[in-house]
């Protein structure tokens, strides 16, 4: 969909709207999908209320909150119960995810009926069948917006194998023709979207606003966080089997037998997804290379960014769905000028690479001798710095993804 010069045009239409509610749908914790709240947060500007139901994974979060505007309603399924635990992980998710849109389906209901309109924002496809559903029931009154963070049949072939992944693209394609707009997290999915979705489709990637990155320099960030004396390597997020980490791994042993000390692999995310990997790392008597923060606030996140000299994005080799990964680290690089490891022939290398901002391997690099070449090369990081604050400036910023977000809304409205 073409993106209206004059967002103003756009604007006036929303605002204008009245008793018109969104109801967001995520099969995942809300507060912690920093995606989801962006648009929601954005979205939360226009119309009069926007209802937030999620499934609370780690259930760790209050029944009903405020979030960023929106009115938030996490679930607890049957994650923790003793009858979840005689499945596997996957029919675990599966059960769950059925469970999630039947109550999506009645949730959604109660909110319909005190509303003159309403747009129900879909993220995933396993809260679709309870989006399409919903919009059957109540004809004329519901517009349903799908917004897909990956590609469907490629992430159900890794999970659970070629036979379930057909059957799920079989029922997506289906769901598709019955919605009223498309998102996709990068532009291999939302390209994939367009050949079923009769509406605009549209590709927001999870991008910092312009005045999110801290106003201080690389040294002082790295005096802050006590790692001046390093060459920081940073990953960001869950350890998962998407990303190469045995990769990384084998560069600090080799950096170990080498007695280069002077290299620091940092972790950000969630503690439970790190203990293989801290494991590990004492075993190998490799701690004086690894350092494991956890969770940090979400205001210090792109101060790790700024302190590090490279960002590891280094997808595993498994499937369609990892070459098509748009990690949100990524685009946090971009903002702070952190140049970006990737994966050849994926598309995040694609965009790294054309802008000049990062640097591609495969299984047959040696990563070792790459971040030994990259720390003797400071003039080559400084010229990745400034391209990839170019590319945020000028187009991987959230500024130019509301935009985009909004003239879809508009859109639809415009044809309702």
Same mark, same amino acid.
């Given at each position: 969909?073409?993106?209206?010069?004059?967002?103003?045009?756009?604007?006036?239409?929303?605002?204008?709207?009245?008793?018109?509610?969104?109801?967001?749908?995520?099969?995942?914790?809300?507060?912690?999908?920093?995606?989801?709240?962006?648009?929601?947060?954005?979205?939360?500007?226009?119309?009069?209320?926007?209802?937030?139901?999620?499934?609370?994974?780690?259930?760790?979060?209050?029944?009903?909150?405020?979030?960023?505007?929106?009115?938030?309603?996490?679930?607890?399924?049957?994650?923790?119960?003793?009858?979840?635990?005689?499945?596997?992980?996957?029919?675990?998710?599966?059960?769950?995810?059925?469970?999630?849109?039947?109550?999506?389906?009645?949730?959604?209901?109660?909110?319909?009926?005190?509303a003159q309109y309403t747009v129900i924002h879909s993220h995933d496809f396993n809260t679709l069948l309870g989006a399409i559903t919903i919009k059957q029931i109540t004809r004329g009154r519901v517009s349903v917006v799908y917004d897909s963070h990956e590609y469907t049949p490629g992430a159900y072939?890794?999970?659970?194998?070629?036979?379930?992944?057909?059957?799920?693209?079989?029922?997506?394609?289906?769901?598709?023709?019955?919605?009223?707009?498309?998102?996709?997290?990068?532009?291999?999915?939302?390209?994939?979207?367009?050949?079923?979705?009769?509406?605009?489709?549209?590709?927001?990637?999870?991008?910092?606003?312009?005045?999110?990155?801290?106003?201080?320099?690389?040294?002082?960030?790295?005096?802050?966080?006590?790692?001046?004396?390093?060459?920081?390597?940073?990953?960001?997020?869950?350890?998962?089997?998407?990303?190469?980490?045995?990769?990384?791994?084998?560069?600090?042993?080799?950096?170990?037998?080498?007695?280069?000390?002077?290299?620091?692999?940092?972790?950000?995310?969630?503690?439970?997804?790190?203990?293989?990997?801290?494991?590990?790392?004492?075993?190998?008597? $490799?701690?004086?290379?690894? *350092?494991?923060?956890? +969770?940090?606030?979400? #205001?210090?996140? =792109?101060?790790?960014?700024? !302190?590090?000299?490279?960002?590891?994005?280094?997808?595993?080799?498994?499937?369609?769905?990892?070459?098509?990964?748009?990690?949100?680290?990524?685009?946090?690089?971009?903002?702070?000028?952190?140049?970006?490891?990737?994966?050849?022939?994926?598309?995040?290398?694609?965009?790294?690479?054309?802008?000049?901002?990062?640097?591609?391997?495969?299984?047959?690099?040696?990563?070792?001798?790459?971040?030994?070449?990259?720390?003797?090369?400071?003039?080559?990081?400084?010229?990745?710095?400034?391209?990839? $604050?170019?590319?945020?400036? *000028?187009?991987?910023? +959230?500024?130019?993804? #509301?935009?985009? =977000?909004?003239?879809?809304? !508009?859109?639809?409205?415009?044809?309702?």
């Amino acid at each position: 969909m073409k993106i209206s010069e004059d967002f103003s045009v756009q604007r006036v239409k929303l605002t204008n709207l009245s008793k018109t509610q969104v109801l967001v749908f995520v099969a995942d914790t809300f507060e912690s999908d920093r995606r989801v709240r962006r648009e929601s947060k954005t979205i939360a500007k226009y119309f009069d209320s926007v209802n937030v139901l999620c499934w609370d994974r780690l259930g760790k979060r209050r029944h009903n909150e405020k979030i960023d505007e929106c009115e938030v309603t996490n679930l607890k399924l049957f994650g923790y119960s003793t009858l979840a635990k005689s499945f596997s992980e996957h029919m675990n998710f599966v059960l769950n995810a059925f469970f999630f849109q039947i109550i999506m389906i009645f949730w959604a209901l109660r909110r319909i009926n005190a509303a003159q309109y309403t747009v129900i924002h879909s993220h995933d496809f396993n809260t679709l069948l309870g989006a399409i559903t919903i919009k059957q029931i109540t004809r004329g009154r519901v517009s349903v917006v799908y917004d897909s963070h990956e590609y469907t049949p490629g992430a159900y072939a890794e999970w659970y194998g070629p036979t379930i992944s057909s059957f799920a693209r079989i029922l997506e394609i289906q769901f598709l023709s019955r919605i009223d707009g498309a998102i996709g997290a990068n532009e291999a999915i939302a390209s994939y979207l367009s050949r079923f979705v009769s509406g605009p489709t549209i590709t927001i990637n999870a991008c910092p606003e312009l005045k999110e990155p801290p106003s201080i320099s690389r040294a002082e960030s790295k005096s802050v966080l006590k790692l001046s004396d390093h060459f920081v390597i940073l990953f960001t997020g869950g350890i998962r089997q998407d990303y190469d980490i045995p990769l990384l791994f084998q560069a600090a042993k080799e950096l170990k037998a080498r007695n280069l000390d002077s290299f620091r692999f940092v972790f950000v995310g969630p503690i439970d997804t790190m203990t293989g990997l801290m494991n590990d790392v004492r075993k190998e008597s $490799l701690s004086n290379y690894f *350092e494991f923060k956890g +969770w940090v606030p979400e #205001e210090q996140l =792109l101060l790790h960014f700024l !302190a590090s000299d490279l960002c590891f994005a280094v997808a595993s080799d498994r499937g369609e769905n990892t070459k098509i990964l748009t990690p949100v680290r990524v685009f946090d690089s971009f903002s702070c000028g952190v140049p970006v490891l990737v994966r050849k022939g994926t598309l995040i290398a694609s965009i790294v690479i054309k802008g000049g901002c990062g640097v591609a391997v495969d299984d047959k690099t040696k990563l070792s001798d790459e971040l030994i070449r990259l720390r003797m090369e400071p003039g080559s990081l400084q010229i990745m710095q400034e391209a990839g $604050l170019k590319l945020f400036r *000028e187009k991987y910023n +959230w500024g130019v993804m #509301e935009n985009r =977000l909004m003239d879809l809304y !508009a859109g639809i409205f415009s044809n309702s």
